[in-house]
């Protein structure tokens, strides 16, 4: 692989972990990152649906955490396991504060994993799946985008609520 090569390929895995940084702590281009919108949010408040049947905030976050702990085990020699939507918000809420320091160690290690991904690999299938890595981790930017677009929905419903 030439120099050039490698640097255009080098400079892809930054702007995506930039991306990412941008989206989970700050300087989002589109309004605030998650971790701006989790540091409005109470314990009482996560664990709130802002209607019945609906995910509290408490809820996707802790899908974001399970997708983080994926993606970053799936760029490494794990497959990455097979979508399940009955499974996917199955599992007993963690308490919020530990989910947020949950989600923060995760955050922070998968974006020092695509930082620190081997340019050469960008290209290859991920384990179990008919996409590249490269595709894998701009998946995961969209997907902390999307959430925290739902993140910010449910927490505006939740303060418009007459009390």
């Not at 802002?50 to 970053?72: C, K, T, V, Y």
Request: charged share 20%; net charge negative; glycine share 4%.
């Amino acid at each position: 692989m030439s120099a050039r090569v490698r640097q255009v390929h080098m400079n892809q895995t930054q702007r995506i972990a930039d991306s990412y940084h941008a989206a989970t702590i700050k300087a989002a281009w589109y309004g605030p990152s998650l971790a701006e919108l989790l540091a409005q949010v109470s314990p009482d408040l996560a664990v709130m649906p802002p209607i019945p049947g609906s995910h509290s905030i408490s809820a996707l976050l802790q899908h974001l955490l399970l997708w983080n702990e994926r993606i970053r085990n799936a760029s490494g020699t794990d497959p990455l396991p097979p979508w399940q939507p009955e499974k996917e918000w199955a599992e007993p809420l963690i308490p919020w504060n530990e989910l947020v320091a949950r989600w923060n160690q995760s955050r922070e290690l998968l974006e020092e994993r695509i930082r620190n991904f081997p340019v050469e690999d960008l290209s290859e299938q991920v384990s179990g799946r008919s996409y590249s890595c490269e595709t894998m981790f701009h998946g995961i930017v969209q997907h902390a985008i999307y959430h925290s677009g739902q993140i910010a929905m449910v927490l505006s419903m939740l303060r418009s609520r007459p009390y």
